[in-house]
């Protein structure tokens, strides 16, 4: 079951990365173009979903930022899906403190601004929305382009 969870979350991400990509696509028009915003959007959502540092390190404005980025909330479920028993390995005699600071620090587990710790189910409706929004905008660009046509 994990493995299928796993999947949908890889998938989704996938499906969200897409759709906010795919506006930008329209303003691409050579190879070299492409291959540079490719590695600006990678190494921006590298920092932003926090595989370059930890998002603990930074201040709190930045943290909510880094928060509310798409990727973040659905790296966090991958997170608590594949981490779950070494964390509860390592943390098996530690206090629960240590292990929620540890959590928050690598965003397992999201905060909202006043402290309280977003839910699966949170997490899930700010991802449908979201996925909702992006395709209205990716439909609009397009008939935009349409209209327009592409220069």
């Not at 969200?16 to 930008?24: A, E, H, K, Q, R």
């Not at 390190?57 to 930045?62: D, F, L």
Request: glycine share 4%; charged share 15%; aromatic share 10%.
């Amino acid at each position: 079951m994990a493995t299928v969870k796993l999947m949908l979350l890889i998938l989704c991400s996938s499906t969200i990365s897409l759709l906010i990509v795919y506006p930008f696509m329209y303003f691409i028009k050579t190879n070299a173009q492409f291959s540079a915003f490719s590695t600006i959007i990678g190494t921006i959502i590298g920092f932003l979903t926090g595989v370059y540092i930890s998002i603990g390190s930074v201040s709190e404005p930045i943290k909510n930022i880094i928060t509310w980025f798409p990727l973040t909330p659905l790296d966090s479920l991958v997170k608590q899906l594949i981490m779950k028993d070494s964390l509860n390995l390592v943390f098996k005699h530690a206090p629960s403190k240590i292990r929620i600071n540890y959590e928050t620090d690598y965003r397992v587990l999201l905060n909202f601004p006043n402290g309280t710790h977003f839910t699966n189910m949170t997490i899930l409706k700010y991802e449908i929305i979201l996925i909702i929004l992006l395709i209205i905008l990716g439909v609009i660009i397009t008939k935009l382009v349409k209209i327009n046509g592409r220069k």
